[in-house]
Nanobody
């Protein structure tokens, strides 16, 4: 069982930056590929970024490529999402997710088994 807790969300002006953190419990955290997803009001959840279990591969949604960076520190059981040059359209609840075990970075939310409760990111224009 993996429990995930996101933090770092908040209100920021367009062009600003935020760093989201996702702390995982359990010594098996390092075995899981990790992903970030987001859901804006009235919209479906969408993929943002993912990192393989060994950090060798990362994938990004086209909408955030070049602005967001996903990373992980397995010693701290934490995955990060550095968000730069934020835009109002980045406003959403951001969720981290764990899975698949020993897996690659994947965009498919069906591949993820564990989800955090989400953290709100609001970008004002």
């Amino acid at each position: 069982q993996v429990q995930l807790v996101e933090s770092g969300g908040g209100l920021v002006q367009a062009g600003g930056s935020l760093r989201l953190s996702c702390a995982g419990s359990g010594r098996i955290f390092i075995s899981y590929a990790m992903g970030w997803f987001r859901q804006a009001p009235g919209k479906e959840r969408e993929f943002v970024a993912a990192i393989s279990w060994n950090s060798r591969t990362t994938v990004y949604a086209d909408s955030v490529k070049g602005r967001f960076t996903i990373s992980r520190d397995n010693a701290k059981n934490t995955v990060y999402l550095q968000m730069n040059s934020l835009k109002p359209e980045d406003t959403a609840v951001y969720y981290c997710a764990a899975g698949p075990k020993f897996g690659p970075a994947t965009r498919n939310d069906h591949d993820y088994n564990y989800w955090g409760q989400g953290t709100q990111v609001t970008v004002s224009s």
